[in-house]
C-alpha cells in the first residue's frame, strides 16, 4: 500500500511543477527535491514488502513512509488552495491585497518540506539499520505484470463454468428440498469459509428441478449488522408484487404480515448456510445438514487448470509442460482441498508466464500455507501482497462500503477518479474505462475479502455514544476515509484534529438528524469525496459547509428529507467547487442562474444528475459524459460541443425543440453516445417522435439504452443494432412492433408500457435470442399475443 501511495504522491508533484504556478522563494526547489527523494524510497518499498509480514520494525518503517506520503499529500493539497485564493477574481486590487499572505504562505510551505526532509532522513538511517536493499528481484518476491493478466469479464448472472466436485451434493441437497413435510423444514449447509459453502448454495437455488417445483424463491444476505426491514423487503420483493415504493413506509411488523400471508397458501423450505454448525442446528435440530467435503487432488488439479488456464475449458493439462505441471500438482496439494484456496492461487498462477514465477509462487506458500481456516486467510493474504501497487488502494476502498451491499461499478470508479487512485493511461482510452478495466482484473484475481493494517479507511458504527465520540478523540492516527452510519437521534462530532485530513466521507443516516455536529469544521476543506445518505435536513450549516469545499471532485446527496422539485439551492451554494468531476442531487430544483454560474465555474465537472437542471447555455463544461434530469430548452444546439457525452437524458420536449436535437443528433456530434432518454410533451401538448429522429439515432453505433416517453407513429424498419436495454412508453404504435424489435440480436432488456394499440402482437422463431428480462404494461387492446416455438429462449 505504502508504494501505491508514495507514487500516487510522486506523480503529483510532477504534475504540479509542470502547471503555471509563482514559485517563491525556492519552493519549487524543494518541492523538487521532495519528488526526487520519494522516488529513491519506492524502489526500498518494494523490497520491504516482501519482509512486511515476517519484521515487525520493518512493518513500522513501512507505515511511517506511508504517513510521509499523506503528509506531503496534505501540503500539495494546501497549496494549490492557497495558490487559488484570489486568482479568479475579476477585481485587480483584490489580486494584489492576496499576494503578502500568499508570500507569506509559501514561506510557511517551505519550513513544512523542511520538517518532511527531516523526517525521510530519519526512516533512512533505519532503513539502513535494517538492512533493506533496494534490490527487489531477490528470492521470495514476486514480480506482477498486470499487462500479462487475460481478462474477462464476470456477471452475477452467468453460469460459473469452474465448478468442480459439486455433483454428489448438489443431488443430495435437492432431494431434501424436494421432500414432502408436514412442517417447515430448514435445510443447512454448514462449514468454514473456503470449502465452497456460497458456491453449493447457488448450484442448488437455481438447480431447474428446484425451480420447477416451488412456486416462488428469494435469495438474501444477512450480514453481521442485520437490518431486518432490509432483508424483509428483499424477500417481498421477490416473492410478491409489492415495490420499494409501496413498502418504503411500512413498519417491520407489517412487513411480516404481508409475507406471512404470501407464504401461508404454500409449502415452504429453507436453505440457510452458515459457517457455524451451532446455527445450523439451532434454525431447525431435526432437518437435514450437510458440511461440503473437501475436493479430492484430482478435482483441485482440475480447478487449478481452469482457474490458471481459462481458455481450457476442459481443465485439460495434456498441452502444460512437464516442468509446470509438477510445480502446479505440487502447489494443489498444499491447498489441503480447499476450493478458495485453488481457486484464488489459479488467479495468481494465471499472470505468471514462466516456470520460475510460478516456482516461487509454491515457495511463498510452502512454509504458510495451514489447513483450515488459517490457511484460507494466508492464501488470501497472499493475493493481496500480488496485487500490483496501483490496485491495492483500489482493492482496499471497497472496504468502506457496508458488508453485503450492492456496489455500482459507476459510482465506485468516480470516487477512485476523485481521489487520483486512478488516471488516464493510453490515448482514446476514458478514465472511467481505465476504472473498469482495473476493476475486472481484481474480479479475475478472485479478490474475496482480507483484514489489513493498512490505515487506509475508519468504518464508525451506528448509535455512537459518548464512548465512541472519546475513542474517536483519543485517536493519533491521521483519518483519511470513513464510512459512518448513524441511528436515530444520534450525533457523531469529529475531534477537531482528525478532519484535516480527511478525504472521503460518507454518510448514512437512518433518521433525521442535525447536521451542524457532523460537519461544521471549516477544516473539511480538503474532502475529495462526500456522500450524504438518508433522511439528513435541509440547513443554511449544510450550505455553508459546501461552499468551502473548494477541493471537492465528488458529491452525492440521496434521498434527503427535505429535498424536493420545489426545493431551490442557494445562488451560491457550488459556486466555490471548481475541482467538481460527479455532481449527483437528483431531488432538488437548479434556477437557470445558477446552472449558468455552475456551467462557468466546474471545467471539470464529467457527470452531472439532478431533477430540473435548467441549463440555458453549456459554455465550458465540454468534459461532460453524463447529463441528467434537463428540461429541454436552446441550450440543446450547444450538444454538438459535448464530444464526450456518453448518457444523456432530457425531458419537456416539443416539436420545435426536437428540431434541434435532430440537428445535433444527426450531424458528427454525439458520436459517443451510449444511453438516451428522452421525454415529449411539455404542458400537456400532443407529441410525437419523428421517423428522421429515429432514423439519425439509429446511425449512433455505440448506443446501447434507449428509452423513449412520448408518440411514435410508426417505427422504423431499423433500430440502433447494438441496443441491449429499449424502452417504448406512452408510444401507441398501431402496427405490431415485435416484427422489428426482433432484429435486435443483442437486446436483454424490453419494456413496453402503453406502446401497442393492436389486438394481436406476434413474436417469430428465433427472435429476441438473448432477451432476459420482458416487462409489458397496460396494453389494454392487446387480445391475442402467439410465441411461436424458438423465439425468447
Known amino acids: 500500500m505504502a508504494e501505491a501511495l ?18 517563491l522563494r525556492g519552493v519549487r526547489g524543494k518541492f523538487e527535491g521532495l519528488q526526487n527523494e520519494l522516488k529513491n524510497i519506492i524502489g526500498f518499498l518494494k523490497a520491504a514488502d516482501s519482509m512486511h509480514n515476517q519484521d515487525p520494525h520493518i512493518r ?35 489580486r494584489y491585497a492576496h499576494m503578502p499572505k500568499k508570500l507569506l504562505n509559501f514561506d510557511n510551505f517551505g519550513k513544512e518540506i523542511d520538517d518532511i526532509f527531516a523526517k525521510i532522513k ?10 533493506i536493499t533496494s534490490d527487489v528481484q531477490k528470492e521470495g518476491t514476486i514480480s506482477s505484470p498486470a499487462t500479462t ?56 437455488y437455481n438447480h431447474p428441478d428446484v425451480k420447477s417445483h416451488f412456486d416462488c424463491y428469494a435469495w438474501t444476505s444477512i450480514s453481521q449488522k442485520l437490518n431486518t426491514v432490509d432483508v424483509l423487503q428483499e424477500i417481498l ?88 505441471e509438477e510445480c502446479g500438482r505440487d502447489i494443489v ?19 505468471k508466464g514462466t516456470l520460475d514465477e510460478w516456482e516461487v509462487v509454491s515457495k511463498q506458500i510452502g512454509t504458510h500455507t495451514s489447513h483450515g481456516q488459517d490457511g484460507v486467510f494466508s492464501i488470501l493474504s497472499l493475493s493481496y501482497k500480488e496485487l500490483p501497487y496501483n490496485l491495492k488502494p483500489l482493492f482496499l476502498y471497497l472496504g468502506i462500503f457496508p458488508e453485503d451491499s450492492h456496489i455500482s461499478v459507476k459510482k465506485l470508479v468516480r470516487m477512485w477518479m476523485a481521489e487520483s487512485l486512478i488516471r488516464e493511461e493510453k490515448e482514446g482510452e476514458t478514465i472511467e474505462e481505465v476504472g473498469t478495466r482495473y476493476l475486472d482484473e481484481l474480479i479475475h484475481r478472485c479478490m474475496v475479502q482480507i483484514g489489513r493494517e ?31 452510519s448513524i441511528g436515530e437521534d444520534r450525533q457523531c462530532i469529529f475531534p477537531k484534529h482528525l478532519t484535516p485530513c480527511l478525504r472521503t466521507v460518507i454518510f448514512n443516516v437512518d433518521r433525521v438528524l442535525l447536521v451542524g455536529p457532523i460537519i461544521r469544521y471549516k477544516d473539511f476543506k480538503f474532502l475529495k469525496v462526500l456522500e450524504l445518505i438518508g433522511s439528513l435536513p435541509v440547513e443554511e450549516e449544510l450550505e455553508g459547509v459546501l461552499r468551502k469545499l473548494s477541493n471537492l471532485r465528488y458529491l452525492s446527496i440521496l434521498g434527503v428529507h427535505g429535498f424536493s422539485c420545489t426545493f431551490y439551492w442557494s445562488f451560491h451554494t457550488f459556486e466555490n467547487l471548481v475541482c467538481l468531476q460527479t455532481l449527483e442531487v437528483r431531488s432538488s430544483y437548479f434556477s437557470p442562474r445558477m446552472c449558468d454560474l455552475m456551467s462557468n465555474v466546474m471545467h471539470q465537472l464529467r457527470h452531472w444528475y439532478g431533477h430540473e437542471i435548467r441549463l440555458s447555455e453549456i459554455n465550458n463544461m465540454t468534459k461532460l459524459q453524463t447529463l441528467c434530469g434537463v428540461p429541454a430548452g436552446p441550450w440543446i444546439t450547444d450538444l454538438v460541443k459535448l464530444t464526450e457525452l456518453e448518457k444523456l437524458s432530457i425531458f419537456r420536449l416539443d416539436e420545435e425543440l426536437l428540431i434541434l436535437l435532430k440537428i445535433a443528433i444527426g450531424g458528427s456530434g454525439l458520436d459517443k453516445l451510449r444511453s438516451l432518454y428522452l421525454q415529449g410533451g411539455a404542458n400537456g401538448e400532443e407529441f410525437s417522435f419523428s421517423s428522421d429522429l429515429l432514423e439519425a439515432l439509429c446511425r449512433k453505433r455505440y448506443l446501447q439504452k434507449l428509452k423513449l416517453h412520448g408518440k411514435i407513429y410508426k417505427l422504423p424498419s431499423q433500430l440502433p443494432s447494438n441496443l441491449i436495454q429499449l424502452n417504448l412508453i406512452c408510444t401507441h404504435l398501431s402496427e405490431d412492433p415485435m416484427p422489428t424489435l426482433k ?14 394499440e393492436g389486438k394481436e402482437m406476434v413474436c417469430s422463431a428465433q427472435g429476441f435470442p438473448q432477451l432476459q428480462h420482458l416487462q409489458i404494461k397496460y396494453l389494454d387492446q392487446l387480445e391475442e399475443w402467439t410465441v411461436e416455438e424458438g423465439a425468447m429462449p
Open 122 to 131: 530519519e526512516i533512512s538511517d533505519r532503513r539502513k539499520r535494517y538492512k
Open 454 to 484: 493498512e490505515n487506509f479507511f475508519e468504518v464508525i458504527n451506528e448509535n455512537l455514544d459518548s464512548s465512541s465520540s472519546s475513542k474517536l478523540a483519543r485517536s493519533s492516527k491521521k483519518l483519511r476515509r470513513c464510512a459512518i
Open 149 to 204: 493478466m487475460l481478462l474477462r469479464r464476470i456477471y452475477p448472472h452467468t453460469k460459473d463454468d469452474d465448478v468442480v466436485g459439486l455433483v454428489d451434493q448438489t443431488n443430495t441437497l435437492v432431494a431434501e428440498l424436494l421432500k414432502e413435510d408436514d412442517r417447515l423444514c430448514v435445510v443447512s449447509i454448514y462449514g468454514m469459509g473456503g470449502l465452497g459453502n456460497s458456491t453449493l448454495t447457488k448450484n442448488v
Open 60 to 94: 513500522v518503517w513501512v507505515a511511517d513512509v506511508r504517513d510521509i506520503a499523506y503528509d506531503v499529500e496534505d501540503i500539495i493539497d494546501a497549496f494549490l488552495l492557497k495558490e487559488g485564493e484570489g486568482s479568479t477574481s475579476n477585481n485587480v486590487l483584490k
Open 333 to 351: 496439494k498444499k491447498c489441503g482441498g480447499f476450493p478458495l484456496q485453488v481457486i484464488v492461487l489459479g488467479g495468481i498462477l494465471a499472470s
Open 6 to 23: 508514495v507514487s500516487i504522491v510522486v506523480e503529483k508533484l510532477g504534475g504540479l511543477l509542470l502547471q503555471k504556478i509563482t514559485f
Open 237 to 324: 420483493r421477490k416473492v410478491g408484487s409489492l415495490t420499494s415504493k409501496d413498502m418504503a413506509e411500512m413498519k417491520e411488523v407489517e412487513l411480516l404480515e404481508k409475507l406471512y400471508a404470501i407464504l401461508q397458501r404454500n409449502r415452504s423450505k429453507i436453505m440457510l448456510t452458515t459457517r457455524h454448525m451451532e446455527v445450523a442446528k439451532h434454525a431447525d435440530q431435526w432437518s437435514f445438514h450437510l458440511e461440503p467435503r473437501s475436493l479430492t487432488y484430482e478435482e483441485a488439479w482440475e480447478l487449478l487448470c481452469r482457474k490458471a488456464f481459462p481458455q481450457d475449458v476442459n481443465g485439460s493439462s495434456s498441452s502444460l509442460p512437464c516442468d509446470f
Open 743 to 756: 432484429k435486435l440480436q443483442h437486446l436483454l432488456f424490453l419494456e413496453l408500457r402503453v406502446s401497442h
